[in-house]
Each structure stands twice: as structure tokens, then as C-alpha cells.
């Protein structure tokens, strides 16, 4: 089965994908990902976006999708794929669609993940951190005691991009930049869309349902 998972940032598109790729064996193909392993590899691609990401530049449109076209015909993905993170823009799309076609994987669907923003803000500017790596969140899990990590004792803190200012912009880009895929998916008429705002488990299940039918 070839799979977009499609949502705003804080939508829970990670965290749904590994659970995904285990359950149906297929591999989680993020674009942060394949950056980061053609670099630390030296590929001829992976040592061009190295020069871009160097200089805290976005990787152009014909690198990346260079680099997801070699990551979409490696072995593992001969049962299929779960795209997370790509596409984000129209020209991406049309790019992806014409890979896809070259090389016979088409997409089966584009699972889209709807949170309001207001939850989204909600649900991201409560995560609370350590550094010693353990994660909180204000609502959902909390420190035993406020404003203190539960492993280690320290301070915990808020990283600068679950700031509600931060989560606002980018929200405002995703809407203005990614958001029009949704119609263009809808459009080919393989886009599904799922109510992301419930607990981890209830969305799994939801989005099972539709892989299921491809399987």
C-alpha cells in the first residue's frame, strides 16, 4: 500500500506513522529522514542539500525529490510506503506524481489528519521538556510536581517552537503553503480525511480502517 499521511504540524502525523509502519510493514519515509542518512552517507545529493542545510536554507524542490525518488526504490519498499512531511506544496505534488508514475507506485490514498488550530495551539504550547530527553505535557502528562522533571529533578523548560507565537506562525504558513493540497488530493479523488482531535489510539484505529482496504 502507498501512503500519504497528510495533516497540520502538532496533528500527530509522526507518531501515528511508526505504529503504521509496524503494524503493516512498510517502511515510515520522512523527509528529515532521507536528509539526514544521504548526508551522513556523502551522496551526491545528500552532499548538495548538505550545502543548503549548512547555510539554514531550504533544500530545493530538485534535490529532494531526487533524494525520495532513489529512498521509494529501495528494497523495502517493494510492499509499499507511508510518506510523512512530503509533500507540502502543489509543485512537490505534481513532482511526486509524476516519480510515482515513473516507477510504477502510485499512491493509494492521502490520509489527511484535520485538528482545529486552536487545539493544535493547545495541544502543542503544554509539551514541556528536560534535558535529560524525558517530555511532558501540561494536560495530558503532567510532572508530578509542577515545573520539575520526574527522572532527574531538574527545571524543565518550553522550547522555543511550542511557543503559542511560534505554533501560530506556523500554522499560518502550513494553512497558506500545504493546506491547498487538500483539495488537490480531493480532487483525484484518493484523499480521506479523519478527525485527528481524539486520543492516539481512537485516530490509529481510524486510519487503520483505511489502510486495511489496501492491504
Given at each position: 500500500m502507498n501512503i500519504v499521511l497528510f495533516g497540520p504540524p502538532g496533528a500527530g502525523k509522526g507518531t501515528q506513522a511508526k505504529e503504521l509502519s509496524k503494524k503493516y510493514e512498510i517502511p515510515h519515509i520522512s523527509t528529515g529522514d532521507i536528509l539526514r542518512a544521504n548526508v551522513r552517507d556523502g551522496t551526491e545529493l545528500g552532499l548538495k542539500a548538505k550545502q543548503?542545510?549548512?547555510?539554514?536554507?531550504?533544500?530545493?524542490?530538485?534535490?529532494?525529490?531526487?533524494?525520495?525518488?532513489?529512498?521509494?526504490?529501495?528494497?523495502?519498499?517493494?510492499?509499499?510506503?507511508?510518506?510523512?512531511?512530503?509533500?507540502?506544496?502543489?509543485?512537490?505534488a505534481d513532482a511526486l506524481t509524476?516519480?510515482?508514475?515513473?516507477?510504477?507506485?502510485?499512491?493509494?490514498?492521502?490520509?489527511?489528519?484535520?485538528?482545529?488550530?486552536?487545539?493544535?495551539?493547545?495541544?502543542?504550547?503544554?509539551?514541556?521538556?528536560?534535558?535529560?530527553?524525558?517530555?511532558?505535557?501540561?494536560?495530558?502528562?503532567?510532572?508530578?510536581?509542577?515545573?520539575?522533571?520526574?527522572?532527574?529533578?531538574?527545571?524543565?523548560?518550553?522550547?522555543?517552537?511550542?511557543k503559542e507565537e511560534v505554533i501560530r506562525q506556523r500554522l499560518a504558513v502550513y494553512n497558506e503553503k500545504t493546506k491547498p493540497l487538500i483539495n488537490y488530493y480531493d480532487d483525484t479523488g484518493i484523499l480521506v480525511n479523519i478527525d485527528g482531535s481524539g486520543a492516539v489510539g481512537a485516530v490509529l484505529a481510524d486510519v487503520c480502517k483505511i489502510m486495511d482496504q489496501y492491504k
Open positions: 543548503y542545510m549548512d547555510k539554514g536554507e531550504l533544500v530545493p524542490d530538485e534535490v529532494l525529490i531526487g533524494l525520495i525518488r532513489n529512498r521509494l526504490t529501495e528494497p523495502d519498499c517493494e510492499k509499499g510506503y507511508l510518506l510523512d512531511g512530503y509533500p507540502r506544496t502543489i509543485p512537490q509524476g516519480i510515482l508514475k515513473d516507477i510504477s507506485k502510485p499512491l493509494d490514498a492521502v490520509i489527511n489528519i484535520e485538528v482545529s488550530d486552536e487545539a493544535l495551539v493547545k495541544r502543542l504550547s503544554g509539551r514541556r521538556s528536560c534535558t535529560c530527553g524525558e517530555s511532558y505535557h501540561l494536560m495530558f502528562n503532567p510532572p508530578v510536581k509542577e515545573g520539575v522533571c520526574n527522572a532527574c529533578g531538574a527545571e524543565l523548560y518550553q522550547r522555543d517552537d511550542d
